[in-house]
C-alpha cells in the first residue's frame, strides 16, 4: 500500500520538470533589434558602377521561429553628393558661365528575409542564410550652378525616381559577445525582377553589413 503512493509521487516529480521545460520553451519567443554600417554597390558585377559604393546607416528587426528559422525585415539609407564637372556655358556672345554640375542620389533599402541557422544555433560563432525579396527605392537630382552669365533656367535641376523589386540571397555570421548581444556581418547578392536589363549582370548589386544584434524577450 505505501508503495503505490510513492509510486505515484515519484512518477508525477519525473513528468513535472519536463512539463515546466516544454511550457517555457512553448512561451518563449525571441526578438532582436539591430544597428548596422552598409555598402551598397554592383561593383564588380558592373564595371561601369551605375550604382556607386555608397555607405549609409541600417536598422534591423527580427523574431525567432524556431531554434534555426527567424524572419526578418529593415531599412537602411544611402546617400551620396557629387560634382560631376565644371565646364565653361556660353549662352550667348559676352555672357560666360563657369558651370558646376553636382549629382545627388539616395536609396532606401526594405528587405523582407528569411534568416536559417545552418550551424548549432547555441554556438557562439554561427553561419547563416538569408534569403527573401528587397525593395529599393532610390531618387536622383542633378543641378547646375554657375558664377557669371545666366543660366537656362531648364538646366537648373532635374530630379528623378525609380523603385526596384529584388530578389536577395546571402551568407551572414554571428558572433556572440553577451548573451543578448551578437556581432553580425553579412553579404547580400540582390537580382533586380522589376525591370529588363540588356546583360544579366546589370541585374545585380551587393549589400555588405557590419553591425550590432541584441535579442529580448522571453528566454
Do not use: C
Not at 182 to 190: D, I, K, Q, R, Y
Amino acid at each position: 500500500m505505501i508503495l503505490r503512493p510513492f509510486l505515484t509521487l515519484s512518477l508525477l516529480g519525473s513528468l513535472l520538470p519536463l512539463a515546466s521545460r516544454a511550457q517555457s520553451t512553448s512561451a518563449s519567443p525571441r526578438y532582436y533589434v539591430g544597428s548596422s554600417g552598409n555598402q551598397l554597390s554592383n561593383v564588380p558585377f558592373n564595371g561601369d558602377g551605375i550604382v556607386p559604393r555608397i555607405i549609409g546607416p541600417g536598422l534591423t528587426v527580427g523574431l525567432q521561429l524556431t531554434p534555426r528559422l527567424a524572419v526578418q525585415t529593415g531599412l537602411s539609407y544611402h546617400w551620396k553628393k557629387d560634382s560631376l564637372a565644371t565646364y565653361q556655358f556660353i549662352p550667348s556672345p559676352g555672357n560666360a558661365s563657369t558651370v558646376t554640375m553636382t549629382s545627388r542620389v539616395k536609396y532606401f533599402i526594405v528587405p523582407a528575409l528569411l534568416r536559417y541557422t545552418a550551424t548549432a544555433p547555441t554556438a557562439r560563432a554561427r553561419f547563416d542564410i538569408l534569403g527573401g525579396a528587397t525593395l529599393v527605392h532610390a531618387t536622383g537630382r542633378i543641378s547646375y550652378e554657375g558664377n557669371g552669365g545666366t543660366i537656362d533656367p531648364a538646366l537648373r535641376d532635374r530630379s528623378s525616381s525609380n523603385t526596384r523589386l529584388n530578389l536577395t540571397l546571402g551568407p551572414a555570421v554571428r558572433a556572440t559577445l553577451s548573451p543578448r548581444l551578437e556581432l553580425t556581418a553579412a553579404g547580400l547578392l540582390s537580382a533586380v525582377v522589376s525591370e529588363d536589363y540588356y546583360r544579366f549582370s546589370d541585374r545585380l548589386f551587393l549589400n555588405t553589413s557590419f553591425g550590432l544584434n541584441y535579442t529580448f524577450g522571453q528566454l
